[in-house]
C-alpha cells in the first residue's frame, strides 16, 4: 500500500514482500500520532516488540500524519499475511482489542428496516383500504410473509457477494488495483 502511494516512513522502513508470506515475523508500522503519544517520538522504538491482540509485533517504522491523516483511528499497521485458516488482509489497529466488523451491522440495518417499513405499513394501511377487494388493509398473513420476504432478500443480498469477495486472494487483489 506505501509503495503504491509512493510514501515512504519517516522512520524505518516499510513492509517488505517478504512481512506478507506465511510464517514470516510479524512487524508493524506506528502511525505517527502514536509513536508521539505511546513512545514521545523515540527513535529506538525501532526493533521493538509491543503486543497487539495477544500477539507480538516487531516495530519496523513510523507513518507520517500526512499520509493517513484521513484515516484518523488508525494507529498501527501490520501487514497482509495468509495463515492456515485462511485469514488475510490488513489489519488496520486502532487499540490494543480490534476487532473486525462481523455480519452484525447488515444485520441490524436489515432488520431496522423491516421494523421502520411495519410500522410505516400499519400507518398507511387506512389509505389503500378503499382500494383492496376482499382483503383487509391489516391482513396478519400478508403483514408477517412479506416482512420475512424483504429481510430474507437483504440478507442474500449481503451474504452472497461477502462470500464471493472472500475467495479472492488478497494478494492477487492488490495487485491489480
Known sequence: MFATLRKLPIL???????????GADPV?????????RRFGRDPSV????????GESFTVIGVISKELHGSWKTIEV????RRSARRRSGFAWRSGPNARSCGWSAP???ALA??????????ALARLITSLLFQTSA??????????LLLLTVALLACYLPARRAARVDPLVALRYE
Open 77 to 80: 499497521f501490520t501487514p497482509l
Open 113 to 122: 428496516g423491516v421494523g421502520i417499513g411495519l410500522l410505516a405499513g400499519l
Open 138 to 147: 391489516r391482513d396478519p398473513p400478508t403483514f408477517s410473509l412479506v416482512p
Open 46 to 53: 525501532l526493533g521493538k516488540a509491543m503486543r497487539l491482540s
Open 28 to 36: 508493524a508500522l506506528l502511525g505517527e500520532g502514536f509513536w508521539e
Open 107 to 109: 444485520r441490524a440495518m
Open 12 to 22: 524505518g522502513r516499510p513492509f517488505s514482500p517478504e512481512d506478507h508470506k506465511p
